[in-house]
Structure formats: structure tokens, C-alpha cells
């Protein structure tokens, strides 16, 4: 009997460790798989013409003669979307970024493994969005900047802000340095970019499993005022002040983006 007993304890004893052992080796498994996204950033530098903007102060060739500054440069950029070779396209929800000239790397978020070709965005800020205050924002988003707002919830927010000091004479010495502000908002100036498609020398995007991908870029701030005459049209801090002098900026906005790998 009693060894009927101690048969029945082995058996069950048995039973239980097979049993904590295919739990365990579950568990190991899950503990293994691997994720089917991986992680995107952006990656951009702030240039006049070739030159990297270094510092406040340096005037800075743009290619056409004309010598200036930045002492800001930033802008908003919303709704990025990457587009995949299989023809779909991945957009991140939610994601806002204000790109400044002190900081050039941003997280986007994740996206799923594929291989993408090119990336999209808007510059600017939704209707929706550009009529909620500053305030009404987390402390940690984008949209809680008092310094991109126009101060009220008719103009909302600033697309883009750009601030220097441009040599406006023939000579271009630097002697007569003149400030100028451009303040970009307004629903008629909200522009979207479509980067070329990535190809050739070029390599597509290869976003792997866990892994993280850069999207790397530079924004060039002569090609954003292109056409704008220091001299005469140095200051816009109002959607409506200059809509001429507002859309030559907003239009330029397309061409100021370069892959730089």
C-alpha cells in the first residue's frame, strides 16, 4: 500500500515538473519573438546655401550674393508618412515636431519593417490644431510654444519663424547690417513636401525588425527666402500683413529640403 503511495507521488511529481517545464520553455519563446516595427528619426541640418549655420552672428554667402545670419530658424512639421516599395504608405499619428536650428535630431516613432522610398510631410500646423491655444497642449508637446503663436486663436500658430540680420548693400562688406523677421502661418500657407523617390545611389529606407533608421536631411534657408528683398520686405509677424511677401516664402518652402544621404 504504502508503496502503491509512493508510486502515485513520483507519477504526480513527474506530471508537475513536465508541466512547469512547457510553461518555461512558453514563456522562453515569447520572451524570444521579435518585434515587427522598428524605430524612426529625423535627422536634419540647418544650411544657407552649403554652408552649416554655426552660430548667430556669421554672415553667411547663399550662393547669390547675398550675405546673412540666422539667429532662428525653425518650423513646424506634422504629418509624416513613409511610403512603402509595395506601394502602401505608413503615416505616424500624432507626431509634431519643431525643428530649430540648436537641435537637428528628432524622434518620429515607430513604424512597421519594410523597405520605404520616400518620406512626406506638412509644414505647418492643421486647422484643427491651429485654433487651440498653447496652454491647452501637454507641457511636453510641440504645440506648447508660446513663442510660435501669433497670440490668438483666429491666426493660431506660427508654420515658420525665421530671424537675422542681412548686408543690404552693393558691396556686401557686412558694414550696414539690417534685422529682418519672418513670421509664416495661416491656413494659405500650410505646404506639404514630397521627398523624390529614393533610388540608385540613393538606397530606399530599410527598416528591420527592432532596428532604427534615420532619415537624414538638410533644410536650406536661402532657398526658403529666395526672392525676398531684405531691403524692402524685411518684416512679416502677421498671416495677413503681406499676403504677397507670405506666399513668395510659403511657396519656396518645397525646394528648401535635400536627402543628404
Same mark, same amino acid.
Given at each position: 500500500m504504502?508503496s502503491?503511495? %509512493?508510486?502515485? #507521488?513520483?507519477k504526480?511529481?513527474?506530471?508537475?515538473?513536465?508541466? @512547469?517545464?512547457?510553461i518555461?520553455?512558453?514563456?522562453?519563446c515569447?520572451?524570444?519573438s521579435?518585434?515587427?516595427?522598428?524605430?524612426?528619426y529625423?535627422h536634419m541640418h540647418?544650411?544657407i546655401d552649403?554652408n552649416e549655420v554655426?552660430?548667430? &552672428?556669421?554672415?553667411?554667402d547663399?550662393?547669390?550674393?547675398r550675405?546673412?545670419s540666422l539667429?532662428?530658424?525653425?518650423?513646424?512639421?506634422?504629418d509624416?508618412s513613409?511610403?512603402?516599395?509595395?506601394?502602401?504608405?505608413? +503615416?505616424?499619428?500624432?507626431v509634431y515636431v519643431?525643428k530649430?536650428?540648436?537641435? $537637428?535630431?528628432y %524622434?518620429?516613432?515607430q513604424?512597421p519593417v519594410?523597405?520605404?522610398?520616400?518620406?512626406s510631410?506638412? *509644414?505647418?500646423?492643421?486647422?484643427a490644431?491651429n485654433?487651440?491655444?498653447p496652454?491647452s497642449?501637454?507641457?511636453?508637446h510641440?504645440?506648447n510654444?508660446?513663442d510660435m503663436w501669433?497670440? =490668438?486663436t &483666429? $491666426?493660431?500658430? !506660427?508654420?515658420?519663424k525665421v $530671424?537675422? +540680420?542681412?548686408?543690404?548693400?552693393?558691396?556686401?562688406t557686412?558694414a550696414?547690417l539690417?534685422p529682418f523677421?519672418?513670421?509664416i502661418?495661416?491656413?494659405t500657407?500650410l #505646404?506639404?513636401v514630397?521627398m523624390?523617390t #529614393? @533610388?540608385?545611389?540613393m /538606397?530606399?529606407?530599410i527598416?528591420?525588425?527592432?532596428?532604427t533608421?534615420? /532619415?537624414h !536631411?538638410?533644410?536650406?534657408f536661402s532657398?526658403l %527666402?529666395?526672392? *525676398?528683398?531684405f +531691403?524692402t520686405?524685411?518684416?512679416?509677424?502677421s498671416?495677413t500683413a503681406n499676403?504677397? %511677401?507670405?506666399?513668395?516664402?510659403? =511657396?519656396?518652402i518645397?525646394?528648401m529640403?535635400?536627402y543628404?544621404?
Open positions: 504504502t502503491i503511495k %509512493l508510486n502515485q #507521488r513520483l504526480t511529481t513527474a506530471f508537475i515538473a513536465l508541466v @512547469s517545464s512547457l518555461i520553455f512558453v514563456s522562453s515569447k520572451t524570444k521579435t518585434s515587427s516595427t522598428g524605430t524612426i529625423i540647418t544650411d552649403t554655426a552660430d548667430d &552672428t556669421t554672415l553667411y547663399d550662393g547669390t550674393g550675405h546673412f539667429s532662428t530658424g525653425q518650423f513646424y512639421i506634422t509624416i513613409l511610403h512603402n516599395l509595395t506601394g502602401t504608405t505608413y +503615416k505616424f499619428s500624432g519643431l530649430t536650428i540648436g537641435t $537637428e535630431q %524622434l518620429v516613432g513604424a519594410g523597405t520605404y522610398d520616400n518620406v510631410f506638412t *509644414v505647418g500646423v492643421s486647422a490644431d485654433s487651440i491655444a496652454s497642449f501637454a507641457s511636453t510641440a504645440l510654444n508660446t501669433f497670440g =490668438n &483666429t $491666426e493660431g500658430y !506660427m508654420f515658420v $530671424e537675422g +540680420k542681412a548686408d543690404t548693400t552693393a558691396a556686401q557686412g550696414n539690417k523677421v519672418y513670421e502661418g495661416g491656413a500657407n #505646404r506639404t514630397t523624390p #529614393r @533610388s540608385g545611389s /538606397v530606399p529606407y527598416l528591420t525588425s527592432g532596428g533608421q534615420y /532619415v !536631411m538638410t533644410c536650406d532657398k %527666402l529666395s526672392g *525676398v528683398n +531691403k520686405d524685411n518684416n512679416l509677424t498671416p499676403p504677397t %511677401l507670405a506666399t513668395t516664402i510659403a =511657396n519656396n518645397g525646394s529640403f535635400e543628404e544621404e
